[in-house]
Nanobody, 123 residues
Framework: VQLQAFGGGLVQAGGSLRLSCVASLRTFSNYRMGWFRQAPGKEREFVATITWGGGSTYYTDSVKGRFTISRDNAKNTVYLQMGSLKPEDTAVYYC?????????????????WGQGTQVTVSS
């Protein structure tokens, strides 16, 4: 199983980026998908998650109203549209797949992880 995240980069504060994550999961639509991030010296933290069909989403408070998670099951892809970016959003962003039936907001709830993509927001 492989999850490959891409789309990171350097952006000025207030700007936007869209991250993508392609999963080689045979039954992609059976997994909740999530995004996490890890800044230098900090623990990996939950950002957003989306249900199997994309009908329900959940975000950490710090990104509500600025980030949008979505998925395309036909393409085995999950997206994270990030807007109004702030320097504190700077981190390596990871996508992950979870088979849990509950809202997965902890790293232990996820079965598979991508390699991460760097997002740097300059002030």
């Amino acid at each position: 199983v492989q999850l490959q995240a891409f789309g990171g980069g350097l952006v000025q504060a207030g700007g936007s980026l869209r991250l993508s994550c392609v999963a080689s999961l045979r039954t992609f639509s059976n997994y909740r998908m999530g995004w996490f991030r890890q800044a230098p010296g900090k623990e990996r933290e939950f950002v957003a998650t989306i249900t199997w069909g994309g009908g329900s989403t959940y975000y950490t408070d710090s990104v509500k109203g600025r980030f949008t998670i979505s998925r395309d099951n036909a393409k085995n892809t999950v997206y994270l549209q990030m807007g109004s970016l702030k320097p504190e959003d700077t981190a390596v962003y990871y996508c992950a797949a979870s088979s849990t039936s509950k809202i997965p907001t902890t790293t232990s709830a996820y079965n598979y992880w991508g390699q991460g993509t760097q997002v740097t927001v300059s002030s």
